[in-house]
């Protein structure tokens, strides 16, 4: 850092020190100091970068959403045919996968879900909001997924506040049957919030389908306030004791009959299986 020192001249008076600093827009600036020195008056002009405390990162809910989906992991996302969420997907470098109907774009989700046993999370939007045609043609696809315990993460437009009245559909009260958790999203500073619920009912427990309403221009919310941390989920396991049982019905039995579900899969339990048999 460079310095200039100018001499104002002889000390009539005793003042006392002061200090003023001035900046830039690009963080560069000079401070000052000056007050009595030996035989005078002075200034001292010190000039460099001035740290000054960073502005709010905000951010657009959709957009913030995006980022999200990015950082738990998802590839890609399904759609058809339109969806708030869409264009912020663009924006943040996650590819979209148009595809000619809703239910085929639940289907795919469903269906990357199931092919790696859960570990990844199929994900998919669908055009809702005022005009609720298309989550409609949907249902059946995410009741499949819902009968067959498949996580998918299906994402909608929501109707927005004062909106309701336009419409005689109640999406979240239609979709309670058959999903794991509905989430209504009506802040833009609930986004994390309302994801890490998602995602935590995605990779725990039974899994299952769950349906995330968002509405356009939400608004923005600040990502330093407002973090996120990617969701690790929980596994349960049996009551011991009913292994213990099971494990005595089967060396009693003389013609045991094993019927095994995709739940072997989704352990990743394939080789105890064979072990086993």
Known sequence: MAGVYRNAGRVLRRRRPAASITGTEKGFGVL??????????GVLQLWGPIYKEAPPMKVKAVNGFARILKAEGIPWVSCYPTSPVNNALGEEGVPILMMGEERFAVAVADAYSRVTCGKQIGTCTVMAGLNAAGIQMAFGAIAQAWEDSSPLLVIAEG?????TRHTHFDMAGAFKPVTKWVGEIDRAELVPDYLRRAFTHLRSGRPGPVLLLIPRDLGEYDTDEHPYTPVKG?????????ITAAIKALLAAKSPLIYVGEGVYYGDATNELLTFA
């Open 234 to 242: 929980w596994r349960s396991g049996p009551d011991p004791d009913d």
């Open 32 to 41: 000052q100091l000056w007050g009595p020195i030996y035989k005078g008056f």
């Open 159 to 163: 109707v927005g506040a004062g909106a």
